[in-house]
T-cell receptor, first 113, second 115 residues
């Protein structure tokens, strides 16, 4: 079956580093995406991994291990505006699939002063 | 650059009423989809389309219809609204898998309440 797991909530301090983990089991795999969603707003794209390793984009980094079905999003130098939900999503692409995005339930991050 | 435009932003319906949520994108994306987002459930796929004239069901299609007559537009129809359809609805579009850039872009969402 299709399953994507991530922690429900996390709390961190302004200026610190936080790592949000995501594990997945899907029928196929054609990339893992991280989205940020502020309360009452639409998800916005943060990062994409299709090969194993680390992708860095400013204060945000994302890591992927396909053999372990594991990814993490690393946020450095946390700011209050980083308080949001972070959604892990896998593009499920195999012979019988059209490449739909399957989302985890999201991790609500609260950044405290 | 408009991106993905979704209307309306808010809607209240009575049980049994029908309505259409509109979605349009101007990025020439082949792939379009509709999700609903409920507390504690994450984003769940309702219907999707891989191109004009082609649609298919997602995880939670019951009570919804879609059509894709053009590349740009992908409306979602609620046939007979039920309180269980109270949710936030998001339309998304992207290039097809296999392209270099495949992230999905989301509309601003529609908050639907069925009473």
């Amino acid at each position: 079956g299709q399953n994507i797991d991530q922690p429900t909530e996390m709390t961190a301090t302004e200026g610190a580093i936080v790592q949000i983990n995501c594990t997945y089991q899907t029928s196929g795999f054609n990339g893992l995406f991280w989205y940020q969603q502020h309360a009452g707003e639409a998800p916005t794209f943060l990062s994409y991994n299709v090969l194993d390793g680390l992708e860095e984009k400013g204060r945000f980094s994302s890591f992927l291990s396909r053999s372990k079905g594991y990814s993490y999003l690393l946020l450095k130098e946390l700011q209050m505006k980083d308080s949001a939900s972070y959604l892990c999503a896998v593009r499920d692409w195999w012979g019988g699939s059209q490449g739909n995005l399957i989302f985890g339930k999201g991790t609500k991050l609260s950044v405290k002063p | 650059n408009a991106g993905v435009t979704q209307t309306p932003k808010f809607q209240v319906l009575k049980t049994g009423q029908s309505m259409t949520l509109q979605c349009a994108q101007d990025m020439n994306h082949e792939y379009m989809s509709w999700y609903r987002q409920d507390p504690g459930m994450g984003l769940r796929l309702i219907h999707y389309s891989v191109g004009a004239g082609i649609t298919d069901q997602g995880e939670v299609p019951n009570g919804y219809n879609v059509s894709r007559s053009t590349t740009e537009d992908f409306p979602l129809r609620l046939l007979s609204a039920a309180p269980s359809q109270t949710s936030v609805y998001f339309c998304a579009s992207s290039y097809s898998p296999g392209r270099e850039v495949t992230e999905a872009f989301f509309g601003q969402g529609t908050r639907l309440t069925v009473v």
